[in-house]
């Protein structure tokens, strides 16, 4: 806003195009000092940035195809992770199964529960609960992820039988939910610890978002006679949605790098199980972190290989978000 | 539909502060009462106290009657939330919903009251549109965003979205004062025709716009800052406008407030 008036204000007519860099600077409008060290500042910023992404990426890239290269077997299908044999066998199949399915659990179940947590604070709860809630929940956001594994498996996988078995006896034909009372050290629970840990980021982006909601939207829906949900419904609700998406990707981030929560609770081994209840798989990230310190050299440029699809698929997923902001840019109250 | 407002001894509150005291007067259907005042007098609350839009904001509660014909809309046991739905409001700024077409804007209110079938929808947002003489600017795009309107087209959707649901009163705060000269005349042309069919309250601040519109005018003032606001008379626009009876709607109306 700034520069745009600025670039007014002394920009030459424009019949005569900025041609010296003199001109060309003080249409950018940096001709004073502090302008000049603001801009570089926040330009440099920018850069560190990106660079600092590509060298991520570069460094991925490079090791990941030093170890892709010597792979025997298919480095995105096989179903193993062999690295200390001649020739080396190994594949991300499993991971990354393993590392959407815990996520998606966790985003299933943590979003509705963030986004009606939210809705409570701003709009249902007595004033003076507020406060302290959220407190709560900002709490919740400062525990140590190793903590929330340790919790995980002293405390929440010994309370999962009962639940196993009750969705094993009345889901369990689906497949999805059956269960051979093995130790409850699966997906599930990953899931649902991965859905307590990534709450309190997601409730608090929406409930900053939802307080944000111009009181005059508000007023449209009550003053046709709306209810306090139908408000929600009509003004909160569709205000705050791509801020939702935001928080929730947040969240997602979260859910899909986590590395000790999972490495504590869960069970591993490489194979794809069709029952999220009973133990096995893994994550990209738990698989990292259980195996980097004992690998090899090779072994460690196996596992930056699987570090490298885990970035990718991050950058697929907030790319994906994105665009579904986007889509509905003219729909949304930022022009309003 | 448009029913009389009968306001007897209305003091308004929020929380400890007693914005509005003792009001009382009658609105009579069919008619535009237009409510002028310095800022800061109780008008718009007064106003949002026609249909408990007042008790939205926290602390906000009201003593006396408000009779629309005979129901107490301040009564025991009445929702305020049918309340809103048959005194519909209009803003001082254009609050289309956002996120919502033109259509579905319009359509916004009788989807609360109820199931419709998609030809009725239609029916009542074309008519509802075609009252609020928007209908020809926007017909050829229902399902754009009501956002990407002009200020004063916005106006009028909300216009459009306050009479789709049939009020038996409409309310409107300030409705022109963000708006430019063409389209203010745009509304208050609209206005004289939407007083056939409804009960119209408007609160101004432009006096020539008071004096163009209304049938009956109501001047609110406050004796100093922090003190309750009053009605100080009401009657006959003309009569307000040329000969009023109490001194300080005089020197208000000229000018020579303070």
């Known amino acids: ?29 940096a001709t004073r000092p502090g302008d000049r060290i603001f801009l570089g500042l926040s330009r440099g910023s920018g850069i560190l940035l990106l660079a600092i992404m590509a060298a991520i990426a570069g460094f991925l890239a490079y090791r990941a195809s030093l170890a892709i290269s010597k792979d025997d077997a298919n480095f995105l299908t096989a179903f193993e992770w062999n690295t200390g044999v001649i020739p080396p066998k190994f594949g991300i199949a499993v991971l990354a199964f393993g590392t959407v399915v815990s996520s ?62 009750w969705l ?102 490489f194979d794809i199980h069709a029952s999220l209840l009973n133990p096995g ?56 | 539909m448009a029913k009389r407002i009968d306001v007897s001894g209305l003091t308004a509150y929020y929380g400890s502060h007693k914005a509005i005291e003792d009001i009382s007067m009658t609105v009579e259907p069919r008619s535009v009462t237009a409510f002028i005042g310095p800022s800061g007098c109780g008008k718009s609350t007064f106003l949002r106290t026609l249909n408990r839009m007042h008790e939205v904001t926290s602390g906000g509660r009201v003593e006396g009657k408000v009779l629309l014909d005979d129901e107490d809309l301040y009564g025991h046991g009445i929702d305020p939330v049918s309340v809103r739905r048959e005194v519909g409001m209009v803003f001082q700024r254009p609050n289309p919903f956002p996120t919502m077409s033109i259509f579905d804007n319009v359509a916004a209110g009788l989807r609360l009251n109820g199931k419709y079938k998609k030809n009725e929808l239609q029916d009542v ?19 754009k965003p009501g956002s990407g309107l002009s200020g004063g087209q916005q106006q009028r959707l909300c216009i459009a979205r306050a009479i789709a649901v049939e009020p038996n009163v409409l309310l409107m705060d300030e409705p022109c004062s963000a708006l430019d ?16 069919r409804f009960t119209i309250v408007i609160v101004t601040h432009n006096m020539q716009q008071a004096a163009r519109v209304s049938d009956r005018t109501a001047f609110f003032n406050l004796s100093a800052v922090g003190q309750p606001g009053r009605l100080i008379e009401i009657d006959d626009t003309e009569r307000i406008f040329s000969n009023p009876s109490v001194q300080a709607t005089e020197d208000y109306i000229s000018g020579r407030f303070g």
């Open chain 1, 168 to 269: 094993d006896e009345y889901l369990g034909w689906t497949g999805i939910f059956s269960w051979d009372q093995g130790a409850p050290r699966s997906m599930l629970t990953v899931g649902i610890l991965l859905a307590i840990m990534i709450l309190p980021i997601i409730t608090n982006v929406s409930r900053e978002v939802f307080r944000q909601v111009p009181q005059m939207h508000e007023e449209a829906a009550l003053a046709l006679g709306a209810t306090r949900w139908e408000v929600v419904r009509m003004s909160v609700l569709p205000f705050g949605r791509s801020g939702v998406i935001s928080a929730s990707m947040l969240g997602l981030g979260r859910a899909l790098g986590e590395t000790m929560a999972v490495a504590t609770v869960l069970s591993p081994d």
């Open chain 1, 104 to 165: 998606v659990i966790a985003m299933v179940l943590a979003v509705p529960i963030a986004v009606a947590i939210a809705l409570f604070l701003t709009h249902y709860a007595p004033r003076r609960l507020r406060s302290p809630i959220s407190y709560v929940i900002d709490l919740l956001a400062a525990v140590p992820s190793i903590v929330y594994g340790l919790w995980g498996a002293l405390i929440l996988v010994p309370q999962m039988d009962g639940l196993f078995g």
């Open chain 2, 125 to 143: 947002v074309e008519k509802s549109l075609k009252g609020a003489n928007l209908w020809n600017e926007v017909k050829d795009r229902l399902n």
């Open chain 2, 181 to 196: 000269p063409i389209s203010t005349l745009a509304i208050e042309d609209l206005i004289g025709e939407l007083k056939e």
């Open chain 1, 1 to 29: 806003m700034d520069i745009s008036t600025q670039k007014t204000d002394q920009a030459p007519p424009p019949t005569a195009p900025p041609t010296t860099t003199e001109q060309k600077r003080a249409a950018r409008g």
């Open chain 1, 281 to 336: 798989g893994g994550t990209f990230a738990q698989n990292i972190a259980s195996k980097f310190n004992e690998a090899s050299e090779f072994g460690r440029d196996a596992l930056i290989a699987s570090g490298l699809v885990l970035f990718v698929i991050t950058l697929l997923v907030n790319g994906a978000a994105r665009a579904i902001i986007a889509r509905r840019k003219e729909y949304s109250g930022a022009n309003a």
